[in-house]
């Protein structure tokens, strides 16, 4: 296939469905005789494998990262090496294996590990003529690749999104904030806390090879509570926000989401003011303003359901003076929905 033909085909697939992303583990390579020296390119067999999965994956189905190796980095070579490795580096495949190699033949072995099974789910076996070493490789990675299109494709085509994707993300926290700004000689923040509801989209914008995006959307309620400064006349307030929020997610591994978001909001303030010698009085003023915000969430688990996360908010209303304030929260979030025949591919 042409190259330019290749770009564009590889382009337009991976626009459309999420590539599988398989992290490949540095093979172990050994001697089965201990005066066989083992060649560079021996040693270099996961490397020359990534390479030719590449060349195999015409369309982008697969999307392949080398892990790093070394002689100070233990090797894969069991499924609990693997199963560490895929919680280290966030991948739902770990591809690993080893290659002996003899004095005129070479044999190699590709497990294939899924962290959602949590199991090893297909082994694979070549071998070669030593003085032609790369024909056991190139075997190898074909025969991956025609066995990941066989059990994955069909999958990934009835369901082309993780199971944590679609349906609404329920939010609860509390938190504490400050005024801003002249605010700050009038009023004194206590306590905040905060509601909200976030609609998931069905499929991520990106995804990467060691991460996804995507927007959500949804909106808060929120209530603050604070009291004057006792510079001022003595009074409680009482803050009630309603914000509609638009954020972009990038999620860097597994269990960490990072976001950042925008969007306005309407803030209806009560006042309650207490003097000395006259009777209590009350005020109430609404005005609309624009809040943003960045949050970091860990999610327990890999299907995503439930999340501890933090949260930075700064908001201003149109009051005069502008009401300025920053509002630190602490919340949990659960995501109850999950949808049907959910494969997760991540």
């Given at each position: 296939m042409p190259l330019p033909v290749r770009i564009a085909v590889l382009f337009f697939s991976s626009a459309t469905l999420?590539?599988?992303?398989?992290?490949?583990?540095?093979?172990?390579?050994?001697?089965?005789?201990?005066?066989?020296?083992i060649s560079e390119s021996e040693y270099a067999f996961s490397g020359t494998l990534c390479e030719l999965i590449e060349r195999f994956d015409v369309d982008?189905?697969?999307?392949?990262?080398?892990?790093?190796?070394?002689?100070?980095?233990?090797?894969?070579?069991?499924?609990?090496?693997a199963?560490?490795?895929?919680?280290?580096?966030?991948?739902?495949?770990?591809?690993?294996?080893?290659?002996?190699?003899?004095?005129?033949?070479?044999?190699?072995?590709?497990?294939?590990?899924?962290f959602d099974e949590k199991a090893v789910r297909k082994r694979l076996y070549a071998k070669a003529a030593r003085n032609d070493g790369e024909e056991a490789v190139s075997e190898l990675a074909r025969r991956f690749v025609e066995y990941l299109r066989r059990d994955l494709e069909p999958a990934r085509q009835a369901r082309q999104l993780r199971p944590d994707f679609g349906g609404l993300l329920i939010t609860t926290g509390v938190g504490g904030w400050i005024?801003?700004?002249?605010?700050?000689?009038?009023?004194?923040?206590?306590?905040?806390?905060?509601?909200?509801?976030?609609?998931?989209?069905?499929?991520?914008?990106?995804?990467?090879?060691?991460?996804?995006s995507y927007f959500r959307f949804g909106g808060d309620v929120r209530y603050s509570f604070g009291v004057s400064h006792p510079a001022v006349v003595s009074a409680n307030l009482h803050c009630f926000d309603f914000l509609l929020t638009a954020e972009l997610c990038l999620e860097p591994d597994r269990h960490a989401v990072l976001s950042l978001g925008a969007g306005p909001q309407?803030?209806?303030?009560?006042?309650?003011?207490?003097?000395?010698?006259?009777?209590?009085?009350?005020?109430?003023?609404?005005?609309?303003?624009?809040s943003t915000a960045a949050s970091y969430e860990y999610w327990f688990q890999d299907e995503h359901r439930f999340a501890l996360g933090a949260r930075a908010v700064l908001g201003g209303e149109q009051f005069s003076p502008v009401f300025l304030h920053l509002t630190l929260e602490l919340y949990g979030s659960i995501h109850p929905y999950r949808g049907p025949n959910a494969t997760n591919q991540s």
């Open positions: 999420p590539a599988i992303d398989i992290a490949i583990a540095p093979f172990s390579v050994i001697a089965v005789d201990p005066g066989i020296t982008g189905f697969i999307r392949t990262r080398a892990l790093p190796g070394g002689a100070d980095i233990r090797a894969v070579r069991t499924a609990t090496d199963r560490r490795t895929a919680e280290l580096y966030g991948h739902g495949y770990v591809a690993y294996g080893r290659v002996s190699v003899g004095d005129s033949l070479i044999e190699a072995e590709l497990s294939l590990y899924s005024a801003l700004g002249e605010w700050r000689s009038i009023v004194s923040g206590v306590f905040t806390g905060v509601v909200g509801l976030r609609a998931l989209p069905e499929s991520p914008l990106r995804r990467g090879a060691d991460w996804t309407l803030r209806i303030l009560y006042a309650y003011q207490q003097t000395l010698y006259a009777r209590p009085s009350t005020a109430v003023y609404a005005a609309l303003g624009f």
